[in-house]
């Protein structure tokens, strides 16, 4: 039976080619991020065939990166609900607004998808030992992933992480090394570590599969309407998912399922973090780190330097996206309001781009008629 039909690793920037049958971190000519390249003309699976199967992360496992296929060992990642928002998109003036809630994951978030092809795909190639600076669902995700497959898991986290993240990921076995300051400055503390120690990177985007495991949001939304949205609000730190859906738009069209269509993909950030939103306006083609980036409820957005951000940029432009900032206030309400009119209690981010939502529709930037759907990337009950 037909499993992966992974081909090769490329670099996003350079196009320098890599095996994919031994593990890489970055591109080591231009230290630019690495992407799993799949043989699409291979023995591709029919639409029809796919939808039979059981839903889940492993569906369409011929353009998934691990041998393992349909039997890769999961906690149940995948197949998340996308769902009408009812009555939060009637005050917002968009009736045809989704919701896609990423908390009904393995550790309530959007984390485990790539920790678990990310974890599976180490494993088969032999990795003992992993570290990772996290925000904190990375953290907790890579700490559950590497249970499953029997890998050691060390994990710095800024020390204003909220204490359920941390109990989470040390509960699950992850060795946690608490940092002062925000993830550049875990990773800075990392770095020393994990050289010496040889543990594998899973940060973002310095391997190449955690961005595989993402990539399946966007398969499921195409699974699930038949078609994809009019329009992707997404919440960005380092912005795997977004770049990771992108990616899978691409391969749905080489595999002949869709045309040359594509969502108008939407960045949405904090203001007092807001890198790649700065680019955008400036018509930049990488982001400038963020200079003391603020304290946040929404700490997976507290991201100072993305790894892809060009990858980010680009795909924002040639879907004549857009980039946003919203304030600490703005995103607490998004977040009273899609749990007062959804019955949802989402993360931070989910109520990030809520907020997002509200102001482009009050600037005519989203449409009424138009399919929107809305990231909700992990569980309220996390950032106490």
Known sequence: MTTSLLHHLACGKCDAIYPCNRIHN????????????????????????????????????????????????????????????????????????????????????????????????????????????????????????????????????????????????????????LVQGDISDASAALAPFALKNGWFSLATLHEPYRLEGKKVMGFELFYDLGKLPDVILYPTGGGTGLIGMWKAFDELQSMGWIGAERPRMVSVQVAGCAPIVHAFEQGSDHAEPWKSPERTSAFGLRVPRALGDFLILDALRKSRGTAIAVTESELLEGSHLIASTLGLQSSPEGGACVAAAQLLRQRGWLQSEQSVVLFNTGHGAKYV
């Open 26 to 177: 970055c591109c080591p000519q231009c230290k630019g991020p690495l992407l799993a390249r799949y043989d699409l003309v291979g023995a591709l699976p029919t639409l029809r065939e796919v939808l039979k199967r059981r839903p889940g992360q492993n569906r369409l496992h011929e353009l998934g990166a691990t041998e393992g296929g349909a039997q890769t060992p999961t906690l149940g990642e995948g197949a998340t609900p996308l769902f009408s928002a009812g009555r939060l998109g009637t005050q917002l003036g968009l009736p045809n607004l989704l919701i896609k809630d990423e908390a009904q994951n393995p550790t309530n978030s959007f984390k485990a998808r790539g920790m678990a092809a990310a974890m599976a795909r180490a494993a088969e190639l032999g990795v003992k030992a992993v570290c990772l600076p996290s925000a904190g669902n990375a953290g907790g995700a890579a700490a559950a992933y590497g249970a499953l497959h029997g890998i050691e898991v060390h994990v710095y986290i800024p020390d204003n992480t909220p204490a359920p993240i941390l109990h989470e990921t040390r509960a699950l076995g992850g060795k946690v090394k």
